[in-house]
């Protein structure tokens, strides 16, 4: 089934993106950030991180649920860690000062780490990892978000998507760029199958009653996704257990609101029924390579190692292993040229939020 | 199928491990910290990671391929981060070493991050975290191992099982102790099923033409295990890129083997082709609770996230999700009274140990 889109270039929604935040008082250096993180998700390919939520950010700056010029502050810190309290910002615009804090200490002492608490969705977290890569820096970025996600023999949703992402640079080889949720797949794909008529695949997600489904709406109607690995016999507990990990790291550590209390993104969703801390959390590290190796002998290694895997004997009807990030850069590459398609939806929302700022768009 | 055990103290096994390793010239403290990874394996029920392994342990000191008494030393340092060189030691000596300053990099500086070259197979990675979590840190361990595992649509082994484990204390509650290997399932599985002429569930490997296969003999003969998420509908990519990230951190940044050159454990497996390191590598982290929050506050929040999760709606069958780190932790409190179950292979390896170096067992 193809379905309908308008394609834009980059730089036209990357301005749009700009004064509409510019609108509700986010600084102008702020709001190129924030524009920057989102056109990044469409760039690459993550449509439904990208300019696709920004009448989400919208409505939440719109009913002040937002702080759109926030003095985040650090809480605690030591030469290598700290903990960063987004003082209720846009995470788009908290996520990349937390990070750059992480790499300014991993610049300093060899390794950064900080936790983050009081702030709001950051997008994707690949973009954090590729700041880290200019840098010639090992990137971490890990967030907590609205509770979707069953654990292991659980019915009720009590995690978020919980992503984890790192990146190691090559050297004429492209970086390893892993950008990963923690459950077996997105709630988006979910919505596809749902708008589309078409049933998912069993081991994604549970109904109301805990039982395996098929059946979007199943999911929809309070159920929710399973973590990686699915079922105990195929590793969900594993999936499950990283998802924690990230909850922790991001949350309990900074002193944000972690599990099923972590606060929902979009105002449609539930609100929870007791708040834990501040905001949600978010967790980023910054490692220097010459803190291990000769980064250029690193760099020479991760090219043998590319290459290597590049080569693995391909799977019966595949063309053999790819590396994490492929498919992400040969969608920037090919939008940076030709542009960025968005579905109708996301269009007539851009279009509403053009019209309520009073901002032009096309 | 109930299958024949003996048990044994855990005493009972421990001085014998400790008295094997030091007939090799293995000081004695060392041989009491290698005993001990051992033995925590056997007491928290991973059978595959404790004496079962002795045996090879034995192999490969007695033909001079583990140094008994290694000098280990530091390769590269920041007050955060170190390259540790293993001078070809047991991994259980290594490893717990290359732990030890990672721990005290953290108490100095807020976290520390070490990557571990030319060492050898280090046991569970459980036993480390749990190392941390003596001096009130947060650890981190990992470590790639020999080739099992295949990229996702790829058909030869390129990857170890490379393990991650992270472990959080609680205050009231025990520990949340995460402990996986990033593969759907282990090694282990395939041979007990295969002993007892049964299949495995599909999504845990693939044959040496790459289709996925139920026969275990399909996929010890040539064929690989799967990554975590097993196939591209259900995340396997996500498995892969974890398992990817692991060898890089232990290896790569180390200067160790990655992916399919990282040298076997037991003596049968097949050599590497080439070599692109020294031996394997590991990779270790800690951090400071209170780099980051006061550690009564992370605690109290950790027994209430516990406490929350367990009060999760059960799925239908089963009494709700457990917290990682539970069924070992069940395990040890049994076995630590009863002693440990060993089957009668494990059983006939170390009588046979015992005969060669006149070492008295039972």
Redesign the interface.
Known sequence: MSVETITFPAAVLRAFCERTFEHFGVPADDARVAADVLLRADLRGIDSHGVARLVTYVDMLELGRINPRPKPFVV????????FDGDNGLGLVVGPKANALAMEKAEA???G?V?VRNTNHYGIAGWYVMEALKRDL?GWAMTNSTKLV???????R?LGTNP?A?A?PGKEEPP?V?D??????AYGKIEIAKRRGEPV?S??A?DK???VTTDPQGMIDGGALLP???DR???G??????A??V??LSA????AN???FTPPFALRQEIPARS??KGIGHFFGA???????EPD??KT??D??VR??RA?????G???????GDPERACETERAKSGIPLVLPVVRDLRGVARRLCIPFD
């Open positions: 605690r810190a030591t030469p290598s860690t700290a903990t002492c060899g390794s780490w936790s090992i069953a654990p292991l023999w659980g019915v009720e009590m984890i790192i190691f390893i892993i990963l949720a923690t459950c077996a797949a695949p081991g994604w549970i009653t805990g039982a990686l690995g699915s016999e195929h590793g507990h594993k999936g499950y257990a990283l924690l990990m909850d922790v309990v550590l900074s002193g972690w599990g099923p834990v801390g490692m220097r390579i010459d803190g291990f190796v002998e690193f290694q991760i043998d190692l290597t895997f693995t004997k391909p799977a019966p595949t063309h053999g292993p790819l590396l994490p």
